[in-house]
C-alpha cells in the first residue's frame, strides 16, 4: 500500500475544504448551474438519472482493507448499502444527496481517499495492470510510477481544462493487462539491456464514438524524462485539441487530424525545451515514492503447500474454481485470488456494504489488508497463501463471491446502462444478467473457455465493448431499444500474441429479447469451427474470419423474424 | 463590469477601480503598449513586440478554456515575458491559484467579488506537488515528507 505524505493528505483534506464552500456557494445561487458543474465533475460528481453519482478515486486499483470498510460505511449510511466498481479501477455511489457529499469526502478523506479528477476535462486517475507489483511475468512495478504520475497530474495548474477527458494507462508485464492501446496515453514499462528503466509511449487510443488503437511515439522513453515528456504531450493537447465540438475533442482526433509524424514532430519540438528541465526525475525520489509503499510481509512456509493441488482433483468446484479465479504471485508459496462479482443475481461490478466488510476481513486474516480492484470489475486479494486457500474459497462462497468464471462468458463488463445513466440508450444490466442466465452451467462455460463478452449502454462505451471479443452496443430504434453486435475486438496484447483490437460491426442490429439466443448462436459457431479444446474463441474468430459467425447468428435472426 | 484584482510584490492583491482596465489608470499606464490575445490566438503571434510590451492580456473565451494557462506559461517561462499579465473574460474566483502558478499576476473578476475571496481562493492551497512559475522547483526536491507511521491506511 502507499502511504500519503504529508503534502499528499493537505493536499486532499485542502479539496474537500475547497469543494464544500463551492457546494455551499451553488447552494446558496452564488454559482450558476453552468459555473458549478465543471468544478463539481472536477471531483467527481454527476447529476444522474435518479440523484447524484459520486465517483471515488481507487488509485490504481488498490485499496487497503481500511479504506474498504469506509467505503462500506459510505454506502450503508450515505446510499442504498451497495457501491458499483468501474473499469477504470475505481467505484461510484449511485443514490448520494449532494448536500452530504462534503462529508462523505471528509470521511474518504480521513482514509487517503478522494474523489479529485475522476471526472471533467482533466487528467483522471492513472489505471495500471491489476497484476502490477506480483505478476511472475512483470518486469516493471508499475506501481510505482502510477503514484508519481498520480502526483503530477493531482491539481497540475496548467491541465485543468483541457479539451476532454485524458486517462492515461501503465503496464510493465509482459502481457499487456492495463489496456495501454485503448488510452490517451498508454505507457508500456520495459527495462533496457543495462537494467534501466524506460517506456514505450503511445498516443491516442481510446473507446468512445470513434475507437482508436493508440500510436507509438517513443519506442524507449528513459525514466528520467516520463514527466517532462508527459507534459510536453499534454501541452501540444492543450493548445492545439479541438474544443469546437466535443465528440473530436479527444487526444486520438488531434492525432487522427495532425497525422502521426507531424503530431510527434510537434511533441518532441516542445520536449526539446523542457528536456532535462526542472521535472527531470531523480533516482532519489523514485526511491522516495517506492519507500512510501509498504512491502509485503512473505513468509516462507515450511510445509508443502500446493496440497491444494490434491483438492483439486477430488472437489470439483473447487477445481474450476482454482483454474480460473486463481493466480499465480512472483513468491513462491502465494497466489492471487479473484473475488467475481459478476454472479447472475446483482450487477456487473456491485458489492453490499456487507460484502465489503467481509472482504475486508478476508483481506486483513488472509492478504496482508489489501484488495485491488481489476479493470473488468472484479476485486482482486493479491497475496494469498495457497496452504489458506481452501478456507479462503470457502468464505468467498458464503459471500457469494467464488462464482469461478473469471476470463470466462458470464464475467461481463457492463456499464450501468440505462438504469442509472442519463446517456445511455439503452439498458445493460437486464441484458447481462439474461445472457449470464443463458450461459449458467459452469461446466459449459468452462468447455466455451476464455472469451470476453463486454456491453456498453451508448457509444460511450463505458462497458468497453469496442474490445469485448463480443461487443453488444445499446442503440435507440425509434424510442426501441437495439442491441449492435461486434466481433474481434481485444484489449490488450495476451499470452498469444493477439494485440488490442477494435471489433466490427458484423450485422444489423438486434432487439433486446433476442440477444442472449443470438450470442448462443456464436458460441456455437465458435464450437463447430475451433480446432481441439485449447483454441479460444478469439483465436479461431482469427484463424476462419467472421462469416460462419454471421452465418450462423443471423440464420437464427430470419427464423424468428 | 469586471472588478480587477492584482498581485502585486509577489503576494499582496490591491482592489483597483473597476474601470481600470480602460480609463482611470494613471495616464502614464494608461498609454503603455499592450495587446489582448484570445484564447483562440497563439502566443507567438505577439513575440516580435515582446520585449515593449508593458501588459499581455489573455481573454478566456470560456473558464473551461484551458489553452490560456498553457499560453501563460510559454510567455513567462519560455519567452521570459516579465510585465503585467493579465486573465480577462470569463474568469473564476475559484481558477485564480492555479491562473497565478501559470504566471498570471492580474485578474477581471465578476464585478462584486469580495478581495477575502480572492486572497482565500488564491491562497488555496499551500503546498502543490508541480513545478510552475511561482514555485520553481517541483514536490519531490523537498521528499522528507513522509507522515508518521500510524498514519498508515
Sequence with gaps: MYRYTKIDQATIDTRVRQFRDQTSRYLAGELSEEQFRPLRLQNGLYIQRHAPMLRVAIPYGLLSARQLRALAEIAQTHDRGYGHFTT????QFNWLQLTQVPDILEKLAKVQLHAIQTSGNCIRNTTTDHFAGIA?????NALVWCELIRQWSTLHPEFAHLPRKFKIAVSGAQVDRAAT?????????TTARDGDVGFRVIVGGGMGRTPRIGQVIREFLPWQHLLSYLEAILRVYNLKGRRDNKYKARIKILLQEEGLEPFKKAVEEEWQHLQDGVNTLTRKKINAITKQFTEPKYCKFETKDD??????????????????????HRVNGYVAVTLSLKATDRAPGDVTADQMQAIARIAERYSQEEIRVTHEQNLLLPHVPKKHLETVWLELIELGLATANVGLITNIIACPGGDFCSLA?????????AIQNKFDDLDYQHDIGEIDLNISGC????GHHHVGHIGILGVDKQGEEWYQITLGGNQGTNANGINAAVGKIIGPSVKQADVPHFIERLIEAYLDHREGQHERFIETLQRVGVEPFKEYAYAYAVQAD | MPTL????????????????SNQDLNPQEQIQPH???RTSDAVEACLSRLSQLKRISIEFLSFTDGRGYSMARLLRERYGYREELRATGDVLCDQIQALSRCGFDAFELPDGTRLTAVLTHLRMFQQNYQADTLQPTPWWLNVEQALPEQQDV
Excluded at chain 1, 511472475?136 to 516493471?140: A, H, K, Q, T
Excluded at chain 1, 492501446?181 to 514499462?189: E, F
Excluded at chain 1, 490434491?310 to 499465480?328: A, E, I
Design chain 2, 35 to 37: 495587446i489582448t490575445l
Design chain 1, 459 to 462: 457509444i460511450n462505451s463505458c
Design chain 1, 136 to 140: 511472475p511475468d512483470e518486469n516493471v
Design chain 1, 425 to 433: 440508450n439503452a439498458k445493460s444490466l437486464p441484458l447481462a444478467k
Design chain 1, 181 to 189: 492501446y485503448l488510452h490517451d496515453i498508454g505507457l508500456i514499462a
Design chain 1, 88 to 91: 477504470r479501477q475505481n467505484i
Design chain 1, 307 to 328: 496440497f491444494y493441488k490434491t483438492l483439486q482433483k477430488y472437489d470439483k468446484r473447487f477445481g474450476q474454481w482454482v483454474k480460473r479465479n486463481v493466480h499465480p
Design chain 2, 5 to 20: 484584482f492584482k498581485l502585486i510584490n509577489g503576494g499582496l492583491i490591491t482592489k483597483v477601480d473597476p474601470t481600470a
